[in-house]
Nanobody
Framework: QVQLAESGGGLVQAGGSLRLSCTTS????????MGWFRQAPGKDREFVAA????????NYADSVKGRFTISRDNAKNTVYLQMNSLKPEDTAVYYC?????????????????WGQGTQVTVSS
């Protein structure tokens, strides 16, 4: 079993930055592919970014490429999402997820464990 806890959300003006953190406990963190998803009101949960368990491979949604960076510190059991040049359309609840698979997956059903989410609101 893996428990995930997100932090770092908040209110920021357009063009600003936030860094989300997700700390895990339970099963060895280093063995998990980690991902970030988001869900805006009235919309489906969508993929944002994912990172392989060694941090050598990353995937990003087209909408965040060049603005967001996913990273991990296996010694701290933590994965990060650095979000720069934020836009109002980035407003959503952001979820951290862990996958028992191999590659940095982009599909929700490839993830086995989920956090409770953290709210990010970007004002115009």
């Amino acid at each position: 079993q893996v428990q995930l806890a997100e932090s770092g959300g908040g209110l920021v003006q357009a063009g600003g930055s936030l860094r989300l953190s997700c700390t895990t406990s339970g099963r060895s963190f280093g063995g998990n592919v980690m991902g970030w998803f988001r869900q805006a009101p009235g919309k489906d949960r969508e993929f944002v970014a994912a990172i392989s368990y060694r941090g050598t491979s990353r995937n990003y949604a087209d909408s965040v490429k060049g603005r967001f960076t996913i990273s991990r510190d296996n010694a701290k059991n933590t994965v990060y999402l650095q979000m720069n040049s934020l836009k109002p359309e980035d407003t959503a609840v952001y979820y951290c997820a862990a996958s028992l698979g191999i590659g940095p997956a982009q599909q929700r059903n490839e993830y086995n464990y989920w956090g409770q989410g953290t709210q990010v609101t970007v004002s115009s």
